[in-house]
C-alpha cells in the first residue's frame, strides 16, 4: 500500500522520498525552520514534561499576568546580548508580538481626541500594521499608509502619528529609524523582531518608548506564541496591560513555561552558541544568493553593507531574514508571477505597500530544503536569462 506521503511535502513514490520535480520552492512564509537542527541537537535540555495538576489556575493573582522569572530572564538575555535596554522599563507580555502590536496601537492612542490618530509606517512595510489596524475600525486610530508622505507636510502640525518603525526591516533588513521622529505629536513602536545577532549586527543597545520582541525569531518557536514589549512610560504600560487582560485574559501559562525554558537553553553559554549557529546560517544563504544574482540583469536585491556588531565585535557581513527582490525588466512588472512561472513562491511586494509588485519577498529563514531548492529555481531562471524569447 502507498504511504500517505506530508501533503506540503515535495516527496512522494512508495517510501516518499522521490523528489517531486514540479514542486515549487517555498519561499513564503516566515517560519524559522533553520534554528531547528539546533533544537535538534539540544532536545534534552529544551524538553518540556508539564505534569497535569501544574498550574491550572488563571495567573491573574500577580495582576500583570506574567512570570517573574521569565520576565528576569528576558532582562538577563537582553543586557547579554546588548539589543535593549531594559532597567527602569516595564514589560508586558502578548500571545505573540502580533497581539502586542495592536495593543500599543490602543495605548498610545487617546479615547478623547477629537480626531483619530494616524497609523503609519515607512513603506516598504509589514503588512500586518495595516491589516491589524483596519480590522478593529477603532474611532481612536486609522491607518494612514506610508510614513514618509507626513514628514514635510504643514499639514501635519496638529496631527498625531503613531508611527510604526521596524528595525531591522521586513521585508528589506535595513535598520531604520523613525521617519516623523522630532514632530511634536508623533509617538512610535519599535518592532524588533529581527533585531537578533542571526539577522542583524547589533550596533547598540536600543532604547526607544515602545520596543517589541518576540520568541517567533529569537529561538524560532514561531507556535509557541509569545512575545513581549518593554516599555518606558507608566500610563502606556497600564493601557497595554489593561488590553491584554480584556483582550485575552494574560497569556497562556504553558507559553511561558515554554518560553522560559528556551530562554534558559539560549542563555547556557552567554548565547554564544545559538546566535553563531544562526548567524552562520543566514550569512551563508545571502552570500549564496547575492552570488547567484549578482550578474543578473532581470533581478536585484536590496544593498546590504557589513556593520559592527557589538555583541560579536566584530564587523559582520550581512545576514538578513528575507530577500527583497525586483524584476528589473520593463515587461516583468508582476514579479511574483514571474517567480511562480519559475518554481518559487514568494510573497507579493504589493501587500508590503502600494506599487510594489515590481517586488517579491522572498523567505530566507525556512528549512535548508527550502533554500537549497529556492537557490536551484533561482540559478536557473537567472542562467536562462540570455535565452529569453
Ligand atoms: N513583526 C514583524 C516585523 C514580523 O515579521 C512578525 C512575524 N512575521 C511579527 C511582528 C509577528 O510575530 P509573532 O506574532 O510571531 O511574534
Given at each position: 500500500?502507498?504511504?500517505i506521503?506530508?501533503?506540503?511535502?515535495?516527496?512522494?513514490?512508495?517510501?516518499?522520498?522521490?523528489?517531486?520535480?514540479?514542486?515549487?520552492?517555498?519561499?513564503?512564509s516566515?517560519?524559522?525552520?533553520?534554528?531547528e537542527?539546533?533544537?535538534m541537537?539540544?532536545?534534552?535540555?529544551?524538553?518540556l514534561?508539564?505534569?497535569?495538576?501544574?498550574?491550572?489556575?488563571?495567573?491573574?493573582?500577580?495582576?500583570?499576568?506574567?512570570?517573574?522569572?521569565?520576565?528576569?530572564?528576558?532582562?538577563?538575555?537582553?543586557s547579554?546580548?546588548?539589543?535593549?535596554?531594559?532597567?527602569?522599563?516595564?514589560?508586558?507580555?502578548?500571545?505573540?508580538?502580533?497581539?502586542l502590536?495592536?495593543?500599543?496601537?490602543?495605548?498610545?492612542?487617546?479615547?478623547?481626541?477629537?480626531?483619530?490618530a494616524?497609523?503609519?509606517?515607512?513603506?516598504?512595510y509589514?503588512?500586518?500594521?495595516?491589516?491589524?489596524?483596519?480590522?478593529f475600525?477603532?474611532k481612536?486610530?486609522?491607518?494612514?499608509?506610508?510614513?514618509?508622505?507626513?514628514?514635510?507636510?504643514?499639514?501635519?502640525?496638529?496631527?498625531?502619528?503613531?508611527?510604526?518603525?521596524?528595525?531591522?526591516?521586513?521585508?528589506?533588513?535595513?535598520?531604520?529609524?523613525?521617519?516623523?521622529?522630532?514632530?511634536?505629536?508623533?509617538?512610535?513602536i519599535?518592532?524588533?523582531?529581527?533585531?537578533?545577532?542571526?539577522?542583524?549586527?547589533?550596533?547598540?543597545?536600543?532604547?526607544?518608548?515602545?520596543?517589541?520582541?518576540?520568541?517567533?525569531?529569537?529561538?524560532?518557536?514561531?507556535?509557541?506564541?509569545?512575545?513581549?514589549?518593554?516599555?518606558?512610560?507608566?500610563?502606556?504600560?497600564?493601557?497595554?496591560?489593561?488590553?491584554?487582560?480584556?483582550?485575552?485574559?494574560?497569556?497562556?501559562?504553558?507559553?511561558?513555561?515554554?518560553?522560559?525554558?528556551?530562554?534558559k537553553v539560549?542563555?547556557?553559554?552567554?548565547?554564544?552558541?545559538?546566535?553563531?549557529?544562526?548567524?552562520?546560517?543566514?550569512?551563508?544563504?545571502?552570500?549564496?544568493?547575492s552570488k547567484?544574482l549578482?550578474t543578473?540583469k532581470?533581478?536585484?536585491?536590496?544593498?546590504?553593507?557589513?556593520?559592527?556588531?557589538?555583541?560579536?565585535?566584530?564587523?559582520?557581513?550581512?545576514?538578513?531574514?528575507?530577500?527583497?527582490?525586483?524584476?528589473e525588466?520593463?515587461?516583468?512588472?508582476d514579479?511574483?508571477?514571474?517567480?511562480?512561472?519559475?518554481?518559487?513562491?514568494?510573497?507579493?511586494?504589493?501587500?508590503?505597500?502600494?506599487?510594489?509588485?515590481?517586488?517579491?519577498?522572498?523567505?530566507?529563514?525556512?528549512?535548508?530544503?527550502?533554500?537549497?531548492?529556492?537557490?536551484?529555481?533561482?540559478?536557473?531562471?537567472?542562467?536562462?536569462?540570455?535565452?529569453?524569447?
Open positions: 500500500k502507498e504511504p506521503c506530508d501533503c506540503n511535502s515535495c516527496y512522494g513514490g512508495p517510501d516518499c522520498s522521490l523528489f517531486l520535480p514540479a514542486c515549487p520552492a517555498n519561499a513564503d516566515g517560519d524559522p525552520y533553520f534554528l537542527p539546533f533544537w541537537q539540544h532536545a534534552t535540555s529544551s524538553a514534561v508539564v505534569a497535569g495538576w501544574h498550574r491550572m489556575g488563571y495567573s491573574y493573582s500577580d495582576h500583570s499576568f506574567i512570570s517573574p522569572e521569565l520576565e528576569s530572564h528576558i532582562r538577563t538575555l537582553h547579554v546580548v546588548g539589543n535593549a535596554i531594559t532597567a527602569g522599563r516595564y514589560i508586558v507580555f502578548g500571545a505573540g508580538s502580533t497581539q502590536l495592536n495593543a500599543a496601537v490602543n495605548a498610545l492612542s487617546s479615547d478623547n481626541s477629537s480626531t483619530p494616524s497609523v503609519v509606517a515607512l513603506f516598504p509589514y503588512p500586518v500594521y495595516k491589516l491589524q489596524t483596519e480590522l475600525q477603532s481612536n486610530y486609522r491607518f494612514e499608509g506610508d510614513a514618509s508622505l507626513w514628514e514635510n507636510r504643514t499639514s501635519n502640525a496638529t496631527m498625531n502619528f503613531i508611527e510604526f518603525v521596524t528595525s531591522p526591516n521586513n521585508p528589506d533588513g535595513q535598520l531604520r529609524k523613525a521617519v516623523l521622529h522630532g514632530h511634536p505629536n508623533a509617538k512610535a519599535h518592532d524588533h523582531a529581527y533585531y537578533w545577532p542571526h539577522f542583524s549586527p547589533i550596533p547598540t543597545p536600543a532604547d526607544e518608548d515602545v520596543m517589541i520582541f518576540t520568541i517567533s525569531k529569537l529561538t524560532g518557536h514561531a507556535g509557541a506564541r509569545f512575545g513581549w514589549a518593554i516599555i518606558k512610560d507608566e500610563a502606556v504600560y497600564e493601557r497595554m496591560t489593561t488590553y491584554m487582560t480584556l483582550n485575552t485574559f494574560g497569556v497562556s501559562r504553558d507559553s511561558q513555561l515554554r518560553a522560559l525554558k528556551l530562554i539560549v542563555l547556557e553559554d552567554g548565547a554564544r552558541e545559538i546566535f553563531e549557529f544562526g548567524y552562520e546560517i543566514m550569512r551563508d544563504r545571502w552570500e549564496k544568493l547567484t549578482s543578473s532581470r533581478f536585484s536585491l536590496q544593498k546590504l553593507a557589513p556593520q559592527y556588531c557589538s555583541f560579536s565585535q566584530k564587523v559582520r557581513a550581512p545576514s538578513p531574514a528575507y530577500a527583497w527582490l525586483k524584476c525588466r520593463e515587461e516583468d512588472r514579479c511574483y508571477s514571474v517567480l511562480e512561472a519559475a518554481g518559487i513562491t514568494g510573497r507579493e511586494g504589493g501587500l508590503f505597500g502600494a506599487e510594489l509588485d515590481r517586488y517579491v519577498r522572498l523567505s530566507l529563514i525556512r528549512s535548508q530544503d527550502d533554500f537549497d531548492l529556492l537557490l536551484h529555481r533561482l540559478r536557473k531562471i537567472s542562467g536562462e536569462e540570455g535565452a529569453k524569447p
